[in-house]
T-cell receptor, first 115, second 112 residues
Framework: DVKVTQSSRYLVKRTGEKVFLECVQD?????MFWYRQDPGLGLRLIYFSYDVKMKEKGDIPEGYSVSREKKERFSLILESASTNQTSMYLC??????????????FGNGTRLTVT | GNSVTQMEGPVTLSEEAFLTINCTYTATGYPSLFWYVQYPGEGLQLLLKATKADDKGSNKGFEATYRKETTSFHLEKGSVQVSDSAVYFC???????????FGQGTELSVKP
C-alpha cells in the first residue's frame, strides 16, 4: 500500500515563526502536492512538484514556499506564520502525468494552529 | 470559470436510507470526474471515478454517472451504513497533469 506520511498530526506555532511541514511518500511517486483544507472551501492547492528540485505555484501560494530536495520528500514552509494560516494541511502524491489511473494518495493531515 | 459545486452539508440520515449528494461542475470540455472520501481522522482516498460522458463509476455500493447534458456527477447509495459517515468531495481534473479541483466537501452523518 502507498503510504504518505506527514511528520506531525498537530502543531501549534506563534505568529511570525518559521514553520516546516514535512511529507514523505514511499511509492517512488514523481508528483507531490500540498493542499490546505478549510470548512466550506474544500481543498485548495498551495504548491506542487513534478520532480526533484522542481516546484510550481498552485492557487494560493502566497505566504508559503516549498522544497523538494529528494524525490520522496516534499516540505511546505511558512516563512512567517500568521493566524490566517491556521488550517488543516494535506500532502498528496501520485504517479507521473497524473493520469486517471494514478489517483492522488493523501497523508492524514497536519492541523496547524497559529496563535 | 472552472469549478466544482456540491450540496452543502451536513447531511444526516438514518441507517439504510437512500443517499444523494449533488455535484455540478463547470469546465471547458469533458474533464475526468472523481469522488473522494475522508473518514474521520484520515486523509482523503479515491472512492470512484468516471473518465468520459455517460460513464458510471461505482465502489462500495456508491455510484455516480457522468452527465454532460447537466454537467453533473451526483453521488448515490441505496442503503447507507453508520460506517459511511465521512466527508465526501466531488473533484474534477484540472488542465495541468495531476492537478485536481475540489468541491467544498459534504459531511455525511449516518445514525443507527
Amino acid at each position: 500500500d502507498v503510504k504518505v506520511t506527514q511528520s506531525s498530526r498537530y502543531l501549534v506555532k506563534r505568529t511570525g515563526e518559521k514553520v516546516f511541514l514535512e511529507c514523505v511518500q514511499d511509492m517512488d511517486h514523481e508528483n507531490m502536492f500540498w493542499y490546505r483544507q478549510d470548512p466550506g472551501l474544500g481543498l485548495r492547492l498551495i504548491y506542487f512538484s513534478y520532480d526533484v528540485k522542481m516546484k510550481e505555484k498552485g492557487d494560493i501560494p502566497e505566504g508559503y514556499s516549498v522544497s523538494r530536495e529528494k524525490k520522496e520528500r516534499f516540505s511546505l514552509i511558512l516563512e512567517s506564520a500568521s493566524t490566517n494560516q491556521t488550517s488543516m494541511y494535506l500532502c498528496a502524491s501520485s504517479f507521473p502525468g497524473g493520469g486517471d489511473d494514478s489517483p492522488l494518495h493523501f497523508g492524514n493531515g497536519t492541523r496547524l494552529t497559529v496563535t | 470559470g472552472n469549478s466544482v459545486t456540491q450540496m452543502e452539508g451536513p447531511v444526516t440520515l438514518s441507517e439504510e436510507a437512500f443517499l444523494t449528494i449533488n455535484c455540478t461542475y463547470t469546465a471547458t470540455g469533458y474533464p475526468s470526474l472523481f469522488w473522494y472520501v475522508q473518514y474521520p481522522g484520515e486523509g482523503l482516498q479515491l472512492l470512484l471515478k468516471a473518465t468520459k460522458a455517460d460513464d458510471k463509476g461505482s465502489n462500495k455500493g456508491f455510484e455516480a454517472t457522468y452527465r454532460k447534458e447537466t454537467t453533473s456527477f451526483h453521488l448515490e447509495k441505496g442503503s447507507v451504513q453508520v460506517s459511511d459517515s465521512a466527508v465526501y468531495f466531488c473533484v474534477r481534473r484540472g488542465y495541468q497533469g495531476g492537478k485536481l479541483i475540489f468541491g467544498q466537501g459534504t459531511e455525511l452523518s449516518v445514525k443507527p
